[in-house]
């Protein structure tokens, strides 16, 4: 039988997760978590996918 697997959530590590998800929340459409505060956002969509942004105050982007 063949594994079928699912993504259902991830999460990225930023310096600021309102302000992170409030772009992917206009660039995806997917509605806010109403649980989100400065630490950690979420947005989910109506399949179940779920994206979260946590603040990491050492976070250093990708070059």
Known sequence: MPL????????????????LSAFYQQA?????????????AGLTCEDGLSIGFQRADDHQAPR
């Not at 079928?4 to 302000?19: E, G, I, Q, S």
């Open 28 to 40: 995806t459409g997917l509605e806010p978590d109403l649980k989100s505060d400065a630490d950690f």
């Open 4 to 19: 079928r697997m699912k993504l259902r959530a991830t999460t990225l590590d930023c310096p600021d997760p309102l302000a």
